[in-house]
């Protein structure tokens, strides 16, 4: 039975209001706090788009780590709580779930020297023996009925710029918690409502 996203209500994500843009060093350590108490976390990463043929990347320009109640984004920067990213990322006993978190890895290791432990990446377990990974638009679908909306329009944005907008804050934000949410249902009910 394959699910038509069209067809089922929206999913509405994180509120604005429990995200949370990591700036100062009293945020950092907050920030700190709250994930690191954390069994589990949401993790993503954001980079702005290369168009032209053969050109690097220099992302990650995002960092969005999440708690079953809140977003942490980090841009980064000169001023960035990298040790705030590394510690909970490298954090053994705090498991980091997320879609297709390949490049994420390789790039926080290339940029940031972050070595990602004890990663789930929900884009392979969830494929349960089908070929194409699975994307948070279908685990919305299948383990909430709900359609995860995904604007090609914020995806290709600039995650670089020094002051992001609200659509992108809250598209990075849901792009984390919602892979936490996922990663809960599946520990709970490997085999979701509908069929993968």
Same mark, same amino acid.
Do not use: C
């Given at each position: ?123 392979? &377990?969830? /494929?349960?023996?089908?070929? =194409? $990974? +699975?994307? @948070? ?44 949410? &996922?990663? /809960?249902?599946?520990?709970? =009910? $490997? +085999?979701? @409502?509908?069929?993968?």
């Amino acid at each position: 039975m394959e699910i038509v996203a069209e067809a089922l209500p929206p999913y509405h994500g994180i509120s604005l209001a429990n995200v949370r843009l990591v700036r100062t060093d009293e945020e950092a350590a907050a920030a700190l706090a709250a994930l690191m108490a954390a069994d589990a976390i949401g993790f993503d990463t954001e980079s702005k788009p290369t168009f032209i043929k053969g050109e690097a990347s220099t992302g990650p320009h995002l960092v969005q780590l999440a708690t079953d109640t809140h977003a942490y984004l980090f841009q980064i920067g000169p001023k960035t709580a990298v040790h705030v990213i590394k510690a909970v990322l490298e954090a053994p006993g705090i498991v980091k779930a997320g879609f297709g978190l390949g490049d994420d890895v390789k790039r926080l290791r290339a940029k940031l020297g972050v070595d990602t432990v004890n990663v789930v990446d929900l884009a392979n &377990v969830l /494929r349960n023996g089908q070929r =194409n $990974p +699975v994307g @948070a638009k279908t685990a919305v679908a299948r383990y909430f009925g709900k359609a995860l909306q995904k604007s090609k329009k914020i995806t290709t944005t600039n995650w670089s710029l020094p002051r992001l907008s609200e659509s992108q804050i809250l598209y990075a934000a849901d792009d984390a918690h919602v892979a936490l949410r &996922v990663y /809960r249902l599946w520990r709970e =009910n $490997p +085999v979701p @409502a509908f069929p993968l």
